[in-house]
């Protein structure tokens, strides 16, 4: 079946460091591929997605590219804020899984100023 | 556009009590899906429905159920609650298409007692 794992948390950084958070999948088929954010108290927001193998999702300066070859999906970011402190989740789903995504664990990021 | 709205907001309930809860879709969304969100298991899917018709399906027990009605707003409700099943559940939203990202609510925090 499905599955999605990322690197294990939580990460701590300093404001305007780099970040990465690693993803990596397995999956029958061609999958969609998502980044999500959940802030406290809230649900989940989409961050970025790649539907096919190269594609490269960005927003709000993060980036993640679809990696067939490697099966990952790794989320970066070059100069993270303090507001950037959340818990982000790698999904993937698309085709014919019908609402349903796999999520990965989640990673807990903390930026201090 | 009015985003997915999830009410009640935060439920407490008696073991052996069933509970409904509510999710209005992003106006235009077709398609609704739920998820269970608990600290040990994380992000875990219920089910699907697009157009009144249950899509897909997670593996839970048939205590939780769901439904969808023609404005394309649904209902999940479990019964017999135990206290496993305090969590936080989440709605999503899509237009259902085989890529299309799903929206979030904020969720319904169920406490069982």
């Known amino acids: 079946g499905n599955s999605v794992t990322q690197m294990e948390g939580p990460v701590t950084l300093s404001e305007e460091a780099f970040l990465t958070i690693n993803c990596t999948y397995t999956a029958t088929g061609y999958p969609s591929l998502f980044w999500y954010v959940q802030y406290p108290g809230e649900g989940l927001q989409l961050l970025l997605k790649a539907t096919k193998a190269d594609d490269k999702g960005s927003n709000k300066g993060f980036e993640a590219t679809y990696r067939k070859e490697t099966t990952s999906f790794h989320l970066e970011k070059g100069s993270v804020q303090v507001s950037d402190s959340a818990v982000y989740f790698c999904a993937l789903g698309g085709g014919t899984s019908y609402g349903k995504l796999t999520f990965g664990q989640g990673t807990i990021l903390t930026v201090h100023p | ?113």
């Open chain 2, 1 to 113: 556009k009015a985003g997915v709205t999830q009410t009640p907001r935060y439920l407490i309930k008696t073991r052996g009590q069933q509970v409904t809860l509510s999710c209005s879709p992003i106006s235009g969304h077709r398609s609704v899906s739920w998820y269970q969100q608990t600290p040990g298991q994380g992000l875990q899917f219920l089910f699907e429905y697009f157009s009144e018709t249950q899509r897909n399906k997670g593996n839970f027990p048939g205590r939780f159920s769901g439904r969808q009605f023609s404005n394309s707003r649904s209902e999940m409700n479990v019964s017999t609650l135990e206290l496993g099943d305090s969590a936080l559940y989440l709605c999503a939203s899509s237009s259902g298409g085989p890529n299309s990202p799903l929206h979030f609510g904020n969720g319904t925090r169920l406490t069982v007692t």
